[in-house]
Structure formats: structure tokens, C-alpha cells
């Protein structure tokens, strides 16, 4: 599903990850890894966020680097902790995404009533809670027509309804589309409710299967 090849981030002068070649093939998978050991980074670079050497390859041959625009469309993330715009409601927010990456109004919709945010997506985002931007921004991260998701830290702040939606939203969305996910989490996954999750160790500057 995707190839890393010559993959290297330093800030600084200071390498904090360094991958010469890595195959992951699609699935689900739990992305672990110390404080600071750069499993933020990973999923940042992957997501096209922040710059980095090398270059990253979603298969069958869409380039992160070069087909740009592409690559992002198909590739969907959201951040541990998301800063957005503040005058903004949620309901706009997830329109400019949506449209960004292909979504429809049916599927907004559908994302917002299952997260059950109906409540409060149309006041401006200044007066979320930190569980409600987490909520936004995981609905948001499903927008369009993704090949594959990446979560950093999507269990953090959730409450029980919200977590069992997710979980659901990430097993169906795998069985049916084949849609390969990414997920770095300090918390336990519920492998359970994730029958196929596979670990990835971030350690010692690089990536590993564990
Ligand atoms: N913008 C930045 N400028 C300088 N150093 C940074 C920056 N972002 C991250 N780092 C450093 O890169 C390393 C990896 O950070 P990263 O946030 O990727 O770790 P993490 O595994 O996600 O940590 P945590 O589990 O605490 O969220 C750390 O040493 C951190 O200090």
C-alpha cells in the first residue's frame, strides 16, 4: 500500500527518524513508540504535513513528493491535538475538507449524525471542548475516498460512545473499501474490535514491524 524509500527528518541538524526502505502493505496498524521517539512525525510526514528527505510512494506509483495534490486526497489525517481556525463553525470546516479530498454531502452528514455532533457543528469552533475538536477531526479524517487514514493519538479525550463509533467506523471501512489505516496510541487498542491490527515499533531513530 505504500513504499518509504530514503526517508529521513532531522530538526535542527538532529535526525529523529531515519528509514532507507520500508513496505507496508495494507491493514490496520498500531503505530507504538516511547515519548518523543517520533511516531508524530511519522504519521506528519506521511500526511504530507511537514518536509522531509526521500520520498514516500502510495501504490500503485502516486508519489507524496511529486503528484502532490493526488497523493493527498487519498491519503486522510488527523492530528493529536488539532488547532484549527476559531471563528469557524465545525459544519464549515467539515464542508472545506469534504471538498477537498471528494466527499459528499450525504457522507457528511451520515459522519456527523453516527459521531452524533449534530449539536454543536454549527457553533464556531472557540467554543469546543478538546473531546468535541477530537470528534471534528475525526469525522473529518473520513472524509472523501481515502486509501489511508492516519490517527495520531484518536483515542485521547474520546468518550465511551465516541470511541465504540470510531472503532466500528475503522472496521467497516477496512472490510468494505480495503481503506489501511495507521494509529498511534500510548492507550490499548481494542484488538477485539480490530481483529487485523498489526504493531509498528518507532525506536532508535527508525521504524520497525514488532
Ligand atoms: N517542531 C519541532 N522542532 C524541534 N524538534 C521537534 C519538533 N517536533 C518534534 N520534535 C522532536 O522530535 C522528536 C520526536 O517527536 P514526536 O512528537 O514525533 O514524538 P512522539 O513519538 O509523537 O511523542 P509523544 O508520544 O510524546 O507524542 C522529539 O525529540 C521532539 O522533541
Do not use: C
Given at each position: 500500500m505504500l513504499t518509504i524509500n530514503g526517508f529521513k527528518k532531522s530538526y535542527n541538524a538532529t535526525t529523529v527518524?531515519?528509514?532507507?526502505?520500508?513496505?507496508?502493505?495494507?491493514?490496520?496498524?498500531?503505530?507504538?513508540?516511547?515519548?518523543?521517539?517520533?511516531?508524530?512525525?511519522?504519521?506528519?510526514?506521511?500526511?504530507?504535513?511537514?518536509?522531509?528527505e526521500g520520498d514516500v510512494l502510495l501504490h500503485p506509483q502516486i508519489s507524496l513528493k511529486k503528484q502532490a495534490v493526488a497523493y493527498r486526497k487519498r491519503v486522510n489525517f488527523a492530528e493529536a491535538e488539532p488547532i484549527f481556525p476559531d471563528f469557524l463553525t465545525g459544519l464549515e470546516l467539515i464542508q472545506l475538507f469534504s471538498s477537498a479530498k471528494g466527499g459528499s454531502k450525504k457522507q457528511q452528514k451520515e459522519y456527523i449524525e453516527r459521531m452524533n455532533i449534530e449539536l454543536?457543528?454549527?457553533?464556531?469552533?472557540?467554543?469546543?471542548?478538546?473531546?468535541?475538536?477530537?470528534?471534528?477531526?475525526?469525522?473529518?479524517?473520513?472524509?472523501?475516498?481515502?486509501?489511508?487514514?492516519?490517527?495520531?493519538?484518536p483515542l485521547i479525550t474520546l468518550d465511551t460512545d465516541a470511541l465504540s463509533t470510531l472503532y466500528s467506523w475503522i472496521g467497516e471501512i477496512n472490510r468494505q473499501q480495503g481503506v489501511s489505516f495507521l494509529l498511534s496510541s500510548h492507550q490499548t487498542l481494542e484488538s477485539e474490535q480490530l481483529p487485523v491490527l498489526k504493531e509498528m515499533l518507532v525506536e532508535q531513530q527508525t521504524i520497525k514491524y514488532a
Open positions: 527518524l531515519h528509514i532507507d526502505q520500508l513496505e507496508i502493505a495494507a491493514g490496520i496498524y498500531w503505530v507504538k513508540g516511547e515519548n518523543g521517539s517520533g511516531k508524530s512525525t511519522f504519521l506528519k510526514a506521511l500526511a504530507g504535513a511537514i518536509a522531509f454543536f457543528v454549527n457553533d464556531p469552533l472557540r467554543t469546543y471542548s478538546s473531546g468535541m475538536l477530537k470528534k471534528l477531526s475525526l469525522v473529518m479524517s473520513f472524509m472523501g475516498n481515502p486509501t489511508l487514514i492516519l490517527l495520531d493519538e
